[in-house]
């Protein structure tokens, strides 16, 4: 019996002393010791702030998912290094369901046949209102195709004369500060596509031409699929 019991602790602490833990930056793993040494060699130029906004296991390591927020005085100008990605494919994926929204359940503009694009926006985001005009074009592209919608927590009648000045081609659901909590969404804009049952696919951003071309490939395999 105490042989088991020996050799149980010694299981335990092989386990333990075996994990590795790991820094997730831009897709890239970091050992403790490289980690530090990145936010090092930019240090000097920078003023570094540092947030571990999810863990996880990973092949019995313990991954951290930082959100360095990199900031240069003299240039006035920031970087964000967080790997938002895997912190929607981690978390959010698991806690929301969109077509259970009573409001997309009962919007007779939603095709529940077809894909999700969901963009997270509000008024007074002034990199939000900056990708309409592109965004309302990829709505032309593949309307219907795909389901556009725009998700806020302005309440309706900020979000009505907003319309009323500006085009936005989407359907509208306004007053979501639960949900979007819910999705513990840190920036905006912010776009997710979701496949037809509402189940989440990627996180994307529509901001320059990479990021568009890379959205319109998820769509393309999601519609086909």
Known sequence: MKYILCLGFLLIATLVFSQKKFY???????????????????????????????????????????????????????????????FFEKTFKNKVDFTALKEIKSNKKIDHSKPYFINC??????????????????????????????????????????????????????????LLDKMEIMSYPVSLILDKDGNFIKFVNYQNQESQKYTKEILNRVINH
């Open 24 to 86: 997730l930056i831009n897709g890239t793993q970091f050992e403790e010791t490289k980690y530090q040494n990145f936010k090092d060699s930019i240090s000097s130029e920078y003023t570094i702030s540092e947030e571990i906004v999810f863990s996880y296991i990973d092949n019995g390591n313990e991954i951290f998912l930082p959100r360095l927020k990199v900031h240069n005085a003299k240039k006035n100008s920031t970087r964000i290094y967080f790997d938002e990605n895997v």
């Open 121 to 178: 926006w509000y008024v007074n985001c002034s990199p939000c209102i900056e990708e309409i005009p592109d965004l309302n074009k990829l709505h032309s592209e593949y309307i219907g195709k795909v389901n556009f919608v725009a998700l806020t927590f302005d309440d309706g009648n900020k979000v009505k004369n907003f319309l009323n000045r500006v085009a936005f081609n989407f359907i509208h659901l306004t007053d979501q500060k639960n």
